[in-house]
């Protein structure tokens, strides 16, 4: 008998603390490496992984850089970086086979998404001194806006298939994030 490599999209980290530091991927759930999930993600997920990897940008946390072809990133203590090129299938299998990725139960793509969104929507508005840094609540940030027009919420094109309950997902995994942050 033949196997198939059937890659699908989920969710995934690495021992996530909060939902920023989840990643849209795709991976076979047959294949893995030491029990650990093996993903691959687009351009928009690897620039979030790098900027996850030099966020804590200590002299003990691992460098990372991405270019648009490939990603390099050195972890403290090796003299070798390792990199990852763009596969055949147009996606780059960072840290698969070596990293200890794993899928994030319960959460759909379309959900992590959203999450994203909102998340770089409240960054950009704390950077803009429009929301204030101390917010750790989401109900605050309807002090300064809007927060249901966050991540696109409100409009049609982006978000017409979303009930009020994914939207209550949505803003529960915002929350935690504000709360830990």
Do not use: K
């Not at 008998?1 to 699908?8: L, R």
């Not at 101390?134 to 298939?161: C, I, M, Q, Y």
Request: proline content about 7%.
């Amino acid at each position: 008998m033949t196997s198939t490599y059937s890659p699908a999209a989920a969710v995934f980290g690495i021992d996530p603390a909060d939902p920023s530091e989840w990643f849209i991927g795709w991976a076979d759930p047959s294949v893995r490496w030491n029990g650990w999930a093996t993903p691959a993600f687009d351009a928009d997920q690897v620039n979030r992984i790098v900027g996850w990897l030099r966020a804590a940008g200590g002299p003990d946390d691992p460098q990372a850089t991405f270019d648009g072809t490939t990603v390099v990133v050195t972890m403290p203590g090796d003299d070798q970086p390792e990199t990852f090129d763009r596969g055949s299938d147009g996606l780059w299998a960072v840290g698969s086979w070596g990293w200890c990725w794993d899928e994030v139960e319960g959460v759909s793509p379309d959900t992590a998404a959203a999450v994203q969104d909102v998340i770089d929507d409240i960054r950009a508005l704390i950077a803009s001194g429009a929301v204030p840094t101390d917010v750790r609540e989401f109900s605050e940030l309807h002090d300064h806006l809007d927060a249901n027009d966050l991540g696109g919420f409100t409009d049609p094109a982006r978000r017409a298939h979303w009930s009020t309950e994914s939207w209550a997902e949505v803003q529960g995994y915002v929350q935690e994030w504000l709360a830990n942050r």
